[in-house]
């Protein structure tokens, strides 16, 4: 078992981004050492109400407070950029880490993010396996020659080349169904999606392993999560801090079209008591630990990376759930799991 957390580059545009950034590195170093495996980043462009640092600069930055914390791209969308951009530059923040690097990448959802890469949605699945093979291939392979539908290269070379060997983990972020199955099929590790609830995750685990078996696959030694998360001493103190963060965070995935990308009828723009149940990690030290072991049993989840800090929450209540996940959560699975942390 492995615990992360993500560092928060959305903020409300009024606030100082040279602020925030401090803060995030402060966060960083505090989750270093409270004991914590892993931070990442996600990624969005043009993303109001919301100010958004960048992912892969932020990330080079945390490189040199972060400890031998992992250092995970949660996700890049990897259809809008070219393959030898994204190979050449994950190599670098691989070196830059001394080896720390993962690569979690997805479709993205929002039509303005492939509007304004002058990218046709339509063809964002073949982008996205077109370019997986061909990043995979330009840090592995001494020329790479390749005549797909979207991308074109004749004896190309990636010179910087990544210090993970083969290369860093490729983690498949996915909503849909056929694209859990995809994830399955490319034998790939499946990066969870924190918005679904327990229920949507455990019947898609199913498919995942369906993937895996039609592809020939084995079971990939990580299962990663992102999980929505506040902890205090009491449920309902959790709820409280919580829950007007949360919330508004949730109103901006509705405006977005977030719960559209997720199969079924979900709908984010209800109770936050209904929105909450069974998607969410709230409470107590006890009740996140018993939440935590539920996602491990039902999904298979052993790296969560927890996102702690909402636009508009100040950083020191941020930083309180890393010291209570520090001095009761992680020690209680450390116990428990031993060498398998």
Request: proline share 6%; with cysteine; aromatic share 10%.
């Amino acid at each position: 078992m492995k615990f992360g957390i993500m560092a928060m580059p959305q903020h409300p545009a009024t606030d100082s981004a040279t602020q925030r950034f401090h803060e995030t590195v402060e966060l960083t170093r505090l989750a270093r050492d409270a004991g914590f495996g892993s931070i990442s980043c996600g990624q969005h462009f043009l993303s109001p109400p919301y100010q958004n640092l960048q992912s892969i600069p932020l990330l080079a930055r945390l490189a040199a407070d972060s400890g031998d914390m992992q250092l995970v791209l949660s996700i890049l969308l990897l259809p809008l950029y070219s393959p030898a951009d994204v190979a050449e530059t994950i190599a670098t923040l691989d070196v830059i880490s001394d080896g720390r690097i993962v690569l979690g990448v997805g479709l993205g959802y929002r039509n303005i993010e492939y509007q304004a890469f002058n990218v046709e949605r339509r063809h964002r699945v073949g982008r996205f396996l077109e370019s997986l093979e061909l990043v995979q291939r330009l840090w592995t392979e001494d020329e790479v020659t390749f005549h797909g539908r979207h991308f074109n290269l004749d004896n190309a070379t990636c010179a910087i080349r990544p210090v993970q060997q083969p290369h860093p983990p490729i983690w498949v972020a996915a909503n849909f169904d056929t694209v859990v199955r995809r994830a399955g099929e490319l034998g790939l590790p499946w990066f969870v999606n924190p918005h679904a609830t327990l229920e949507t995750l455990e019947r898609q685990t199913a498919l995942y392993k369906d993937g895996l078996e039609a592809g020939g696959k084995e079971m990939p030694a990580d299962m990663p999560i992102i999980k929505e998360m506040h902890i205090a001493p009491t449920h309902e103190e959790a709820v409280r801090n919580a829950q007007p963060y949360m919330e508004a965070k949730y109103q901006a995935y509705a405006d977005w079209g977030q719960d559209k990308a997720l199969p079924g009828e979900e709908d984010f723009r209800i109770p936050f008591e209904e929105l909450a149940r069974d998607r969410f990690i709230l409470g107590s030290s006890e009740e996140v630990i018993q939440q935590i072991e539920d996602h491990h049993h039902r999904v298979g989840a052993n790296h969560f990376m927890f996102r702690i800090w909402y636009p508009g929450m100040d950083v020191r209540m941020a930083m309180r759930v890393v010291e209570q996940m520090g001095d009761s959560v992680i020690p209680y699975f450390e116990s428990r799991y031993g060498d398998e942390n």
